[in-house]
């Protein structure tokens, strides 16, 4: 195919990794980082929290789930409006969103209001991530797409340390409250510098509005030197044309959506099942309450190779088999954790979840987004994450109801179970995206 009769997109996809998807990166995964840092917080703030309000075992899993209750109402609406009114403004709307959750948690004086605060943050947090994947990945280039997605969510590894190091220096000295703050003012100022950055030249062609799409992969083009190709005429691609959240269920996409919630229920329940309890379970295993923080904190640092790890074999192995294999991974460290003790070996079980689990939530937030067509992409994306924040709601009532019943051991055994299901509907619905523009994987499904 000759220059001129490339679309613009396709152009995009061939545009080499330059400063505009650095800063591109940096932008969104910075956010991200607020983020994971402020979920990942309530592990170690549950206690405080509970001894302040004076909170029983329920009241206690209702602090966590208001947070995904939110996030499943964001994940859900932010889609959808980031298809129909674009992805950059939701994208940024989200982080404020979540800052002024973040700043009403440190401020609240009664349980109740807490419960509330924690919602508002959980909207921003549940809209930004799927949003946030969905714009990174259709201004990505074909070949690096995957990658690129990978690292933006290794952004969450970088929020946990991050959550771990304000839980042994912030949370001692200034209380929980100062935890939360923390975080709020530094997101709503990267919700400020997001501003500059462009509008999905894929959305825009679907709207119709080709000139404008255009000229911002122009821009792209010569931040990675290629003038020249600016001299190409615009060619619009093809568009989708109206979709609807029915959609998703149509002939050409329901083994997609099948998949992708059952992926997405097992992952989100297993992850905040297991990760905002550990320190909990770990003082239940008779460690002091210091220690256990400190040993999940640097437990948690497996998770940087583990994503670094999955972003260079997304491109090399591919999507499909690099995250069954993360998962069996996965499957395995949570039932080694759950029989292990307090010793070297519970922290090596422990730094393996770390590593895999979050491993196969990089492949997780790049798989998603690349199955649907640009008109219901975001949506897909959003709804699919919906279904996994019930498995978030889930998690955090299941690991405190179920241990004193089947113990430590019978809860990981079930984490593991859930796991491998997850990783079987993978291996048996998924298929193989690697290599394939956003435009070629589409209409696959529509065939």
């Given amino acids: 195919m000759s220059a001129a009769a490339d679309t613009f997109v396709a152009r995009l996809d061939r545009v080499p990794l330059n400063r505009f998807h650095l800063r591109l990166l940096v932008l969104a995964g910075v956010g991200w980082m607020f983020d994971a840092m402020d979920v990942l917080m309530l592990s170690f703030l549950l206690t405080p929290i509970r001894n302040e309000f004076k909170l029983d ?87 690096r797409r995957g990658r690129m997605i990978v690292l933006l969510e290794s952004f969450w590894a970088y929020g946990t340390i991050l959550a771990g190091v304000v839980a042994i220096t912030v949370l001692p000295a200034f209380g929980w409250r100062w935890a939360f703050a923390v975080g709020a003012l530094p997101a709503l100022y990267v919700a400020y510098l997001r501003r500059a950055l462009p509008e999905s030249p894929r959305y825009l062609a679907e709207r119709g509005r080709a000139p404008d799409a255009d000229a911002i992969v122009r821009r792209v083009e010569r931040a990675g030197g290629g003038a020249l190709l600016t001299l190409a005429p615009a060619v619009a691609p093809a568009r ?97 954790f759950g029989n292990a003790g307090t010793g070297t070996d519970a922290f090596v079980w422990a730094a393996l979840l770390s590593f895999f689990n979050l491993g196969a939530w990089g492949i997780v937030y790049t798989y998603t987004p690349e199955l649907y067509p640009t008109a219901v992409r975001a949506t897909g994306a959003g709804v699919a994450a919906a279904v996994g924040r019930v498995g978030g709601i889930i998690g955090p009532y299941l690991t405190p109801v179920l241990v004193p019943v089947i113990a430590q051991s019978g809860v990981f055994a079930l984490f593991m179970a859930l796991l491998l299901i997850t990783a079987a509907a993978v291996e048996l619905l998924g298929e193989e995206t690697r290599g394939r523009s956003l435009e070629e994987i589409a209409p696959a499904a529509a065939a």
Avoid at 73 to 79: C, D, H, R, T
């Fill in 57 to 143: 075992a329920t009241g206690v899993g209702l602090v966590a789930s208001a947070t995904f209750f939110g996030m499943f109402v964001g994940a859900a609406l932010s889609g959808r409006l980031a298809d129909r009114y674009g992805r950059r403004g939701v994208f940024t709307t989200t982080l404020i969103v979540f800052s002024l959750g973040s700043a009403l948690s440190a401020l609240a004086p009664t349980f109740e209001t807490l419960l509330l605060a924690r919602v508002v943050a959980g909207l921003g947090l549940g809209g930004e991530l799927p949003v946030a994947a969905t714009l990174v990945s259709e201004l990505s280039p074909r070949a």
């Fill in 240 to 336: 989708t044309g109206r979709t609807r959240i029915a959609d998703l269920w149509s002939a050409g996409y329901a083994r997609r959506t099948a998949m992708l919630w059952t992926l997405w229920f097992g992952v989100v329940l297993t992850y905040y099942g297991i990760f905002l309890w550990i320190p909990t379970l770990l003082v239940a295993r008779g460690l002091a309450e210091v220690r256990s923080n400190e040993f999940f904190f640097l437990s948690t640092l497996a998770q940087v190779p583990g994503y670094f790890s999955a972003a260079w074999l997304v491109e090399r192995w591919g999507r499909k088999p690099t995250l069954v294999a993360y998962l069996i991974g996965s499957a395995a460290a949570a039932l080694l």
